[in-house]
């Protein structure tokens, strides 16, 4: 039973206050449900009330590379109806930063909490506004004064105070509140271990109804002049309190007049009204698939172009082993005197590629790693479906990768001296491209199915390792010194393997690589 335009407080004792929040919010996806939930007489459907609810979790979670606007633009974008023009979504963004005091934070990065960016109280007031901007009916708050001093606490209940003035109902979880933000309630929800309900009922001014319901109880103290009723009331109806006044809490709301009035609300309002009807929309999400594609390519790209340690620091390490590369296999393609020198240029090329390779499936494991946690409360709360979100995760790569293979490719070809004709260097830039696609993304998968970026490291780690020492067998073999050749056709020779544990197949399309090759014994007559 929650009233709009409400502001309720529920307390109990963790975990069973979490896990009956969860419920309510529809965010518990472990265990067993019983019991039913329902919105205005009417069954409650999770898709549906995704649509229409806030949730805002303890932990704030955000993309750490956009700003305070950008967050609110996004969240708006996604959850809106469609029918909402861009100058009303807008607007109605101005308004909620307005409500929760954020106008002077709107070009300001979010940042990683307790690093840099918003301090935590900021935060809050951004997960708040994230919620707000979808236009809720209700929201849920999960602790939203956790870990805050006396005054960033008093802010944040301001921000929660100014959103229940605008007739949403608000649904909090508080622990050990102040006096002064637990007089800032309407009404309060009191469950004992076990999740057994001991008070539902307005709390009055200054508490005065909450304090006359548990004085009233035989035995019970009363509270001394200036103390905190929350604390005096988690004090009193405390399993050992309990069991020295001999009192059942349960039992004595279950017989008062108290519940009475509240089963025979209850009945009034699970009985959907006359004029009613149950609240149903055409599609799971609010924006059409190509929309929720073009948002996550936008934050996408946001968050990669502001990311720097990632973009631009992979971006100078690439130079730097590019030249690192060249200096060590220098002018390798020139060399063609000896069968030896053929294979030197082919492990200098595999070496080059696979190393780079390596370094992008592992950088971009930890990006992977802060997003999906963003993914995960956004998917939730209804924003979009996982494929549009993957796309952009892999599409935002393209050009970036491009760039690295363009800037790689080029200084290890030219380093390395290998003949400078349109076709082969434009071969050796396309495998390089996608050699570097591949492995980077081998490491956002492996990211996507472990639980963090320590076993997605072990899992790619050694993937590589049976990779670089897996053997294939070839129909082909054309000498008796244990080495195997696929002939392309066209002149060129498709790949080379050498028996052993330190070669894999390799790509080639090189008049130079099939000149040494027709020196090899049984080739020349091919």
């Not at 002939?487 to 544990?501: D, E, F, S």
């Amino acid at each position: 039973m929650l009233p709009i335009g409400l502001l309720t407080e529920m307390l109990s004792f963790i975990p069973y206050r979490q896990t009956q929040y969860k419920i309510y919010a529809g965010r518990k996806t472990s265990g067993y449900i019983e019991g039913s939930i329902t919105i205005s007489g009417y069954p409650k459907n999770q898709k549906t009330f995704a649509r229409i609810s806030g949730y805002c979790e303890q932990f704030d979670i955000h993309s750490p590379n956009v700003t305070v606007y950008e967050s609110l633009l996004y969240s708006a974008w996604l959850r809106l109806s469609p029918e909402v023009d861009h100058a009303t979504r807008k607007m109605f963004i101005e308004e909620v930063m307005e409500l929760v005091e954020l106008n002077s934070l709107r070009e300001a990065l979010v940042g990683f909490p307790g690093e840099n960016g918003l301090s935590t109280e900021q935060r809050k007031r951004l997960t708040i506004a994230v919620e707000l901007v979808a236009n809720p009916s209700i929201i849920f708050m999960d602790e939203p004064t956790s870990g805050l001093d006396a005054r960033a606490a008093a802010i944040v209940m301001r921000t929660v105070r100014n959103t229940v003035d605008t007739g949403r109902t608000v649904v909090c979880t508080i622990h050990q509140p102040s006096i002064d933000i637990f007089d800032a309630f309407d009404e309060l929800l009191l469950l004992k271990l076990g999740g057994e309900q001991i008070y539902a009922n307005p709390i009055g001014d200054q508490c005065f109804d909450l304090i006359e319901y548990f004085a009233a109880i035989q035995g019970v103290p009363k509270i001394k002049d200036g103390y905190n009723p929350a604390t005096w009331m988690l004090e009193v109806t405390s399993a050992g309190s309990e069991t020295n006044l001999k009192v059942n809490f349960t039992d004595v709301y279950n017989n008062s007049e108290l519940n009475r009035r509240n089963k025979q609300l209850i009945q009034q309002l699970s009985a959907p009204s006359q004029d009613s009807k149950d609240l149903h929309f055409d599609a799971q999400y609010s924006q059409t698939f190509m929309a929720q594609c073009v948002a996550c390519l936008w934050k996408q790209h946001l968050s990669y172009w502001r990311n720097t340690s990632y973009t631009a620091v992979r971006l100078l390490f690439t130079i730097m082993t590019a030249l690192l590369f060249g200096l060590i296999f220098w002018d390798v393609g020139l060399k063609r005197k000896k069968e030896q020198d053929l294979f030197n240029a082919i492990g200098s090329m595999y070496a080059a590629v696979t190393f780079i390779g390596v370094v992008n499936g592992a950088s971009v494991q930890p990006i992977v790693a802060i997003e999906r946690t963003v993914f995960y409360r956004e998917r939730a709360a209804g924003m979009y479906s996982a494929l549009p979100y993957s796309l952009a995760q892999v599409i935002i790569e393209l050009l970036h990768i491009l760039v690295q293979a363009l800037v790689y490719g080029i200084i290890v070809y030219a380093m390395m001296g290998f003949e400078w004709t349109t076709s082969k260097v434009l071969w050796n830039l396309f495998f390089t491209y996608f050699s570097f696609l591949y492995y980077t993304y081998y490491g956002m998968m492996t990211m996507a199915i472990t639980p963090n970026p320590h076993v997605a490291g072990i899992l790619s780690t050694s993937f590589y390792a049976i990779c670089c020492l897996s053997k294939h067998d070839l129909t082909l073999k054309l000498d008796n010194n244990d080495r195997e050749y696929r002939y392309g056709g066209n002149g060129t020779i498709g790949c080379v393997r050498l028996h052993g544990p330190y070669m894999d197949w390799l790509l080639l399309n090189m008049e130079t690589i099939w000149t040494h090759l027709r020196m090899v014994k049984g080739l020349k007559n091919l």
